[in-house]
């Protein structure tokens, strides 16, 4: 049993392994998908190519660490010989990059770097150090990006997302498509249980491709202490599925409706027909 | 005897209404509260309707502010009078505040008075406001008209009992007084690490006394005796400083 507490060195994969505790985007799945969803995803442990260059930009830019890459002289994944590289990488602990692709997380990194306020964000602090609290019963975990205990402003923590276009106006639906808002306010729960502050929350998006352009944009905090209910709800479903150990896939519904729209042509068609 | 006949405009059954906001809400001439917003233009057609209003009348003098739809101080006084109530506006001989007065149909020996006036405007935090400054007796009798109908007549005004005016200005009163551009984490981070300003400390004043005795002490080569009688006093660091700087340092 994993005592409430913060773990600095805990690893990447020790931490993904605890699934007695529950997750930000487990929490999510729960509520956006269903129990059902949960329990089976939680049961694979799924990788893939995106997963493992955003693991790799985490630790280039957060730690300025390329011990991780193996950087493979290919134009794509797509020959034999590329595929056995990889898979060699991957048998060594290792994550495979095309040089296309590790360049572009190199100029992520140096962007991030670049721009002052991202620099001075990330001072002081300590990377993917690993949180686990209480609530209801129920052991909770998050793993912040960037941990700074004890700024002049109080503790802060900051999450890294690389994203097609790092645009706040852009990133505004990016973060209610990906739950940002619940990340956000799990996070200060996490670290508020344990410190007894809430930390100042700050997200650091740098933006993927040829142009590797920096934006800090801030969540508003009425959306995000909504999320933070829903959250709650999340916790409370999380401990009633446990309990019973059942695990329902969609809901009942009310009978289904036509489109708005559909329905409108179809009674507009139903008047000028009398 | 003339009498005033009024054209009442044929009322639309609500499937037009919805066709003919649908319709009319693509074009450029459309007041910009309507602009593909169908739904509001049905609400207001309709509003318009019970007021005797055609559709195009209703979306011109009905406007939509913060969500909720109002008159035009005009279209108010008409509705009062179309109710068959009697407004009396008067302004006094100073040019300063407008009476308007309602004698109602069922009850004419009881009138129902609105005083407006720059006092009035002055409390309420208008006077700043540009059309106050222009036009200030013409803003006051659209108010006084709004409120004296709300108090006497409200059954006239078909719930819709607001100038445009009346609702924005009640907008910016609830709106919160925060800065629009809150300042980022970075910013609050920077500002708490930059160090604040040396405060420069006045410089202290050295006693008469401290002054003439130190003197004495140089002229007497008891430098180091005051100096040590100092200390066995308690003397602040400023006085122990100004007698080191003022004696020759061989007797320090």
């Not at chain 1, 931490?15 to 985007?25: C, D, E, N, P, V």
């Not at chain 1, 508020?192 to 800090?216: N, Q």
């Not at chain 1, 959250?231 to 446990?242: D, Q, S, T």
Request: aromatic share 8%; hydrophobic share 40%.
């Amino acid at each position: 049993m994993t005592d409430a507490r913060i773990y600095p060195d805990m690893t990447n994969a020790e931490y993904h392994a605890h699934k007695g505790a529950l997750s930000s985007s487990g929490a999510r799945l729960l509520l956006d998908k269903s129990p059902l969803h949960f329990k089976v995803r939680q049961e694979k442990s799924e990788t893939n190519e995106a997963f493992e260059v955003g693991t790799l930009t985490h630790s280039l830019v957060l730690e300025n660490d390329e011990s991780a890459a193996v950087v493979l002289d290919y134009d794509s994944w797509r020959t034999k010989a590329a595929k056995e590289a990889a898979a060699e990488a991957r048998a060594a602990g290792k994550i495979p990059v095309l040089p296309e692709k590790w360049d572009e997380i190199r100029a992520m990194r140096d962007a991030v770097w670049a721009n002052p306020d991202a620099a001075l964000l990330l001072s002081g602090g300590k990377a993917e150090q690993s949180v686990f609290w209480k609530r209801e019963g129920a052991l909770l975990r998050c793993r912040p990006d960037y941990y700074v205990p004890d700024s002049p402003i109080g503790p802060i923590c900051i999450d890294l997302k690389t994203s097609v276009s790092a645009d706040p106006r852009k990133f505004e639906a990016s973060a209610s498509d990906y739950g940002y808002f619940h990340q956000q306010a799990w996070y200060e729960d996490g670290i508020e249980a344990l410190t007894g502050t809430r930390p100042v929350f700050a997200f650091i998006v740098v933006e993927k491709g040829d142009v590797p352009a920096v934006s800090l944009p801030e969540l508003d905090a009425y959306d995000v202490d909504i999320a933070r209910i829903d959250n709650y709800a999340a916790i409370e479903l999380w401990n009633k599925c446990r309990a019973a150990d059942e695990w329902p896939g969609y809901p009942k519904t009310a009978p289904l409706r036509m489109k708005p729209w559909t329905r409108k042509l179809i009674e507009e068609r139903s008047i000028s027909n009398v | 005897m003339s009498e005033i006949v009024r054209h009442q405009p044929e009322a639309l059954a609500i499937p037009d209404q919805v066709r003919y906001a649908e319709f009319v809400t693509t074009g450029d001439m459309i007041p910009q509260a309507y602009k593909n917003k169908p739904a509001n233009a049905v609400i207001a057609i309709g509003l318009g309707q019970a007021m005797g209003l055609s559709p195009a009348e209703s979306l011109y003098r009905i406007d939509v502010i913060q969500g909720k739809p109002t008159a035009s101080a005009e279209l108010i006084a008409s509705n009062v009078r179309k109710a068959g109530h009697k407004l009396r506006v008067t302004v006094d001989e100073a040019n300063t505040s407008v009476t308007a007065t309602i004698y109602r149909a069922d009850d004419p020996d009881y009138p129902h008075s609105v005083v407006r006036d720059m006092a009035w405007a002055q409390k309420m935090g208008l006077t700043s406001k540009d059309n106050y400054k222009k036009q200030p007796l013409t803003m006051l009798q659209w108010r006084a008209i709004s409120a004296v109908a709300r108090l006497a007549c409200s059954e006239a005004l078909y719930g819709v009992q607001y100038t445009p005016d009346e609702l924005s200005d009640m907008g910016e009163r609830r709106a919160p007084q925060q800065p629009v551009q809150p300042t980022s984490v970075a910013d609050r981070l920077k500002a708490a690490t930059t160090e604040p300003e040396a405060v420069i400390e006045p410089e202290p004043t050295i006693p008469e006394k401290v002054v003439a005795d130190t003197a004495k002490a140089v002229a007497e080569g008891k430098v180091a005796e005051y100096t040590q009688w100092l200390y066995e006093q308690d003397a602040p660091q400023s006085i122990l400083d100004y007698v080191y700087n003022n004696t020759p340092k061989e007797q320090n």
